[in-house]
């Protein structure tokens, strides 16, 4: 079971910047994909943006040129940099990832709030 905790999240004003980030830990064989998914009140959750184990990366077209995904292998991490956040951004962001063995997991989820 790989276990993952989320941190970052907030309040934001429009335009402004936040950095979230994912620490993996537990029974971990090899990470091949993490990323974020999101979900605003309403709505389905979302993929945001993933990255492979080797640094292939993959985003949602509302948040290309805006987000940028990156991971540390060595520290089992996977971050997520926000810019230029809209209004729209805001949801509750969940970090994911999946193990050959175990399959996906994900984390508690943070809230990411953009308004003025």
């Known amino acids: 079971q790989v276990h993952l905790v989320e941190s970052g999240g907030g309040l934001v004003q429009p335009g402004g910047s936040l950095r979230l980030s994912c620490a993996a830990s537990?029974?971990?064989?090899?990470?091949?994909?993490m990323g974020w998914y999101r979900q605003a009140p309403g709505k389905e959750r979302e993929l945001v943006a993933d990255?492979?184990?080797?640094?292939?990366?993959n985003y949602a077209a509302s948040v290309k040129g805006r987000f940028t995904v990156s991971r540390d292998n060595a520290k089992k991490e996977v971050y997520l940099q926000m810019n230029s956040l809209k209004p729209e951004d805001t949801a509750v962001y969940y970090c994911?990832?999946?193990?050959?063995?175990?399959?996906?997991?994900w984390g508690q989820g943070t809230q990411v709030t953009v308004s003025s």
């Open positions: 994911t990832a999946q193990d050959v063995v175990s399959g996906r997991s």
């Open positions: 990255i492979s184990s080797v640094d292939m990366t």
């Open positions: 537990g029974e971990i064989y090899s990470l091949y994909v």
